[in-house]
């Protein structure tokens, strides 16, 4: 089945430091993904997409690519802050009859000053 | 234009008692979506409407039942409650049934729900 595998947290970086958080997927099909993220007592807030493969999607400075030989998804940014303290999950969905979204289990992110 | 919007925002039930959760969607939107979100994990699919019929469904006991309003506004009923019951609830729009480009689907703030 559809599943997505996300990097175990907690995460802690410092303001500034480099980001990579890792996704994998299994899918018998061409899913799209998707990294959403979620603050503190909030819900879900969309971050990126990608449509396809060796699509980029960016936004916010972060960004991943649609690897598709790799199956994966992997999130990025150059330089945390703060304010990038939060889960983030990654996602797919599956061109079925329903537009349902299998998620990971999220990876949490601190950064600390 | 307005998000998502969900409401109660926190509820707390007693074990077997029945809830009723509401959603709408953001206006033009069609399709709205349940989930559910148990703490530490991620959100797990429950239903799918789409022109107020029912398009997909998760693996969720029949205590689980959606409907969804000619104004694409939806309710979510989980009767007979159990602890286990206790989470997140996410409610989602997006404008079509049928995405063959990965159309987005917007989450509104959620429903806390606590069963003791």
């Known amino acids: 089945g559809d599943s997505v595998t996300q990097m175990e947290g907690p995460v802690t970086l410092s303001e500034e430091a480099f980001l990579t958080i890792n996704c994998t997927y299994t899918a018998t099909g061409y899913p799209s993904l998707f990294w959403y993220v979620q603050y503190p007592g909030e819900g879900l807030q969309l971050l990126l997409k990608?449509?396809?493969?060796?699509d980029k999607g960016s936004n916010k400075g972060f960004e991943a690519t649609y690897r598709k030989e790799t199956t994966s998804f992997h999130l990025e940014k150059g330089s945390v802050q703060v304010s990038d303290s939060a889960v983030y999950f990654c996602?797919?969905?599956?061109?079925?009859?329903?537009?349902?979204?299998?998620f990971g289990t999220g990876t949490r992110l601190t950064v600390i000053p | 234009d307005a998000g998502v919007t969900q409401s109660p925002t926190h509820l707390i039930k007693t074990r077997g008692q029945q809830v009723t959760l509401r959603c709408s969607p953001i206006s033009g939107h069609k399709s709205v979506s349940w989930y559910q979100q148990v703490l530490g994990q991620g959100p797990q699919f429950i239903f799918q409407?789409?022109?107020?019929?029912?398009?997909g469904r998760g693996n969720f006991p029949d205590r689980f039942s959606a409907r969804q309003f000619p104004n694409y506004s939806s309710e979510l009923n989980v009767n007979a409650l159990l602890l286990g019951d206790s989470a997140l609830y996410l409610c989602?729009?997006?404008?079509?049934?049928?995405?063959?480009?990965?159309?987005?689907?917007?989450f509104g703030p959620g429903t806390r729900l606590l069963v003791l």
């Open positions: 996602a797919l969905t599956y061109q079925t009859g329903a537009n349902n979204l299998f």
């Open positions: 990608a449509t396809k493969a060796d």
């Open positions: 409407y789409y022109e107020k019929e029912e398009r």
């Open positions: 989602a729009s997006s404008s079509r049934q049928q995405r063959p480009q990965g159309e987005t689907q917007y």
